[in-house]
């Protein structure tokens, strides 16, 4: 079973920002949220990762809560290119393993 | 340019012959991974290697083998492969510094017969 949550799909108008949300209650202390999307059928394309700090890039915010066991990815101006599936997965870094589980992801649609 | 290389890129077979896919990556990253998608489930990964000759189990590794002899490369092989195989696959590659993040390739789309 995958160990985020995530809506389904999300519509967003363009201009607006979109905010996808994540649950990660099972979170351990040495996993990271890490974003990724997916356009049509390409190789899903890295956006943000995160421990416990907010953290911002050229392409997106990352908002992590407190207790950890949620995020929020925040496309600031959504455009029509970011329609795709966004998938939220936890990863922990420097194991002996690398197991990575990915949920469905949220079908995000920008309409125009 | 940073990237990771599959090939084929499509692929339609009959059951039972037995098929190779090949990836490989140019920014020398110890991990790689391999991941099949199928409609409505994301994707699930199949075997992950963490160096040259380490290779362990994903989620659904059954009917797979996998193999890396050299670092850049990691091989999917399929020894006898069966209809419930037919799906879209994505290798990946990353490596344990600051960022961690995983590069994909992209993707082999396999129809077995």
């Known amino acids: 079973d995958a160990k985020t949550t995530q809506p389904t799909s999300m519509d967003c108008a363009e201009g607006r920002a979109a905010n996808l949300p994540c649950n990660h209650s099972?979170?351990?202390?040495?996993?990271?949220v890490y974003w990724y999307r997916q356009i049509h059928s390409q190789g899903p394309q890295y956006i943000i990762h995160?421990?416990?700090n907010n953290e911002t890039n050229e392409m997106a915010s990352l908002i992590i809560t407190e207790d950890r066991k949620s995020s929020t990815l925040i496309l600031p101006h959504a455009t029509l290119r970011d329609t795709a599936v966004y998938y939220c997965?936890?990863?922990?870094?420097?194991?002996?393993?690398?197991?990575?589980?990915f949920g469905p992801g949220t079908s995000l649609s920008v309409i125009p | 340019e940073a990237q990771v290389t599959q090939n084929p890129r499509y692929l339609i077979t009959v059951t039972g012959k037995k098929l190779t896919v090949t990836c490989s990556q140019n920014?020398?990253?110890?991990?790689m991974s391999w991941y099949r998608q199928d409609p409505g489930l994301g994707l699930r990964q199949i075997y992950y290697?963490?160096?040259?000759?380490?290779?362990d189990k994903g989620d659904v590794p059954e009917g797979y083998k996998v193999s890396r002899k050299e670092k850049r490369n990691f091989p999917l092989i399929l020894e006898s492969p069966s209809p419930n195989q037919t799906s879209l696959y994505f290798c990946?590659?990353?490596?344990?510094?600051?960022?961690?993040?995983?590069?994909f390739g992209p993707g082999t789309r396999l129809t077995v017969t």
């Open positions: 290697s963490m160096n040259v000759e380490v290779t």
């Open positions: 099972t979170i351990s202390g040495n996993e990271y």
């Open positions: 990946a590659s990353s490596s344990p510094g600051l960022s961690y993040e995983q590069y």
């Open positions: 995160g421990l416990k």
């Open positions: 997965i936890v990863r922990a870094l420097k194991t002996s393993y690398d197991k990575v589980i």
């Open positions: 920014m020398n990253h110890e991990y």
